[in-house]
């Protein structure tokens, strides 16, 4: 329709224009929002599970090596920020023991009357049978010049021999006139790896430079003791091998005792640069302490100690999986949970889609 100069409408045969529809997105049905709402449930279950996984696997870490520690402290005579040397620790038994061979040997040079060598050996009494964390050990009387006067395992004793001529341990005691602890050191008796705690046999009134006509000498069998300390201090927490004592040398580069396949282990080859790392100062508050494998190739966590007497090492070596048996029982119930959680989800996301179906 037109409508002319003179204000009259008339109609035309002219067609209007089209008009477009508006074009009308589609959005998500609700069935893929209910799938959506279920997946990002699950990635928040998984990643907020890592996270607190990693930190119940950080947790267990440094508990263990605190633990291992703890351990190592205990067989080596050093509880906390001090040493306090407990009668059945190395340090502890060590010192004992030496006092006790100090007085023994000044008793024997009263009894007889500094004249060692006259000595009847059919008088001979000598045993040892245990003491503290040593379990096993020879005692014996020894001249100046390394024969064996008596013993306490007199079968091994070769008439006529000199068995301790010249050893490191008995030179300083005749030299010095003073008692002394030696060792690991090969027994030439026992043929074992053996700790040596000697002292004089001094002769009543004689100056302090005089030589002793005699000493009194205890060699301690190594094999069983780090198997002793595990008894003492660790099997209750630590049943089995779950963690293991390793004693070395002052070098850490040779197995003094394990308490893991004694018999085998002792004497053995370690990497120095290796456990050195795994040593923790008793000042220090937090310890890593190292991650090795032993001897028989096991992963544990090692943490060390020192023994001021003759720095000796005392490693404590727990198990990895003894480590980390608390972050799995953890991640187990992590797991679970999630997996609650997922499936409640799931199903009201079920419910929901089979409800919008019926309708």
Request: with cysteine.
């Amino acid at each position: 329709m037109t409508t002319p100069t003179d204000g009259l409408a008339l109609p035309t045969t002219e067609r209007p224009e089209p008009v477009t529809p508006r074009s009308r997105r589609r959005g998500w049905s609700l069935r893929a929002h209910l799938i959506a709402v279920v997946l990002i449930t699950i990635a928040l279950v998984v990643l907020s599970g890592v996270l607190v996984i990693s930190k119940d696997y950080r947790r267990a870490r440094t508990e263990g090596a605190l633990n291992a520690k703890f351990e190592a402290g205990l067989a080596a005579g050093i509880t906390g920020n001090t040493k306090t040397a407990g009668a059945e620790s190395i340090s502890g038994s060590i010192r004992d023991l030496r006092a006790l061979i100090v007085r023994s040997g000044t008793s024997l040079g009263e009894v007889t009357n500094g004249n060692v060598a006259a000595y009847p050996p059919e008088h001979c009494n000598l045993s040892f049978q245990s003491f503290r964390s040593f379990t096993s050990g020879v005692l014996s009387i020894v001249l100046p010049d390394g024969s064996i006067l008596c013993s306490s395992n007199q079968s091994l004793v070769v008439a006529g021999t000199k068995p301790y001529a010249g050893t490191q341990w008995l030179t300083p005691v005749i030299d010095r006139n003073a008692a002394t602890v030696v060792g690991p050191l090969v027994d030439p008796l026992t043929k074992k790896y053996s700790l040596y705690v000697a002292a004089p046999v001094p002769a009543p009134n004689a100056p302090p430079e005089a030589r002793p006509p005699g000493v009194l000498v205890v060699a301690i069998d190594l094999t069983p003791v780090a198997s002793m300390l595990h008894e003492r201090f660790a099997a209750d927490r630590y049943p089995g091998n779950s963690l293991e004592y390793l004693v070395t040398t002052a070098k850490r580069d040779r197995v003094v005792s394990r308490s893991i396949q004694p018999e085998r282990s002792v004497n053995q080859p370690l990497d120095a640069s290796a456990y050195a790392g795994a040593d923790c100062p008793s000042s220090s508050r937090t310890c890593k302490g190292a991650v090795l494998k032993d001897l028989d190739g096991t992963d544990r966590l090692y943490v060390g100690q020192t023994v001021d007497e003759l720095n000796w090492h005392v490693y404590a070596g727990v198990s990895k999986k003894a480590v980390y048996a608390p972050a799995r029982a953890a991640l187990r119930d992590h797991v679970t949970s999630g997996l609650i959680i997922v499936l409640g989800v799931g199903l009201v996301a079920l419910a929901g889609i089979f409800t919008v179906a019926r309708r």
